[in-house]
């Protein structure tokens, strides 16, 4: 896949269905869903920003990326986020009987969003799951490397917040040999467990999920959303200007 850099970071030019593909009839490959906090904290820090650009898909997640990829590639790149890859993926993956392991969140966000997947698509195939402790990367590669293995899932879907679980990812398979796919993906499992709220398609379309997002969390996203969203367009500006 073609990847454009945006600020520090290597953002691939794909779609909803290219990663559904993908995660669905391929194996060992790593997924990152990318918004512009998680382009920002790649500026400031060079570990993580390595780790994302090791992962086989950093997929533009938000109006920010999916409209600076756009100016940078000078196409129409549309946005690529974590719940439409969730939920089409397990969609594509019905017929081929994909498995999918959930790992993250607390046990009632997982527990209804199980019960809601199985009520959409009765015949999904989930192998399992785990809510972990609040523990650090290194405590949580050491205590689950080896059900994971055990278990081999085609698909992990990882919630443990950015940047952890994208960490996690990265030193769990310096750990273990396994082919499963991996994948980041944040708030997905709440939303559609149905515990916290996602903004309508017309609120995302126009670069205004973060507004719903910031009045369900304000004390943890405040920073997100009003310092790095800021920090974003500066460096954006910067490397816009920096080609002309």
Known sequence: MNTVRVLNTDITDTTINDVSNMLNNSSGNTVA???????????????????????TVASPDGFPVAKAISKLAKKNIKRVDGYKVFKQTIEDGLEKNTSHYFFGSSE????????????????????????????????????????????????????????????????????????????????VFEWVA?????????????????????????RRLFKRYLVDNTLFVYYLTKQLLSKN
Do not use: H
């Not at 869903?33 to 992962?55: E, G, M, P, R, Y």
């Open 194 to 218: 149905g515990t916290k709220l996602k903004a309508p398609e017309w609120m995302a379309n126009i670069g205004l999920e973060w507004v719903l997002r910031l009045v369900q969390e304000p």
């Open 108 to 187: 009632r966000v997982v527990s209804r969003m199980i019960s809601n997947l199985e009520r959409e698509y009765p015949s999904v195939n989930i192998l399992g799951y785990t809510c972990p402790p609040i523990e650090d990367v290194d405590d949580l590669v050491n205590t689950f490397t080896e059900s994971l293995g055990d278990r081999n899932p085609d698909i992990v879907w990882v919630s443990l917040g950015f940047p952890k679980q994208e960490m996690f990812i990265d030193k769990l398979l310096k750990n273990i040999s396994i082919q499963s796919n991996f994948i980041g993906v944040g708030a």
């Open 33 to 55: 869903i990318c918004n512009a906090n998680t382009l920002v904290q790649c500026v400031k820090n060079n570990d993580i920003n390595s780790v994302i650009n090791s992962f």
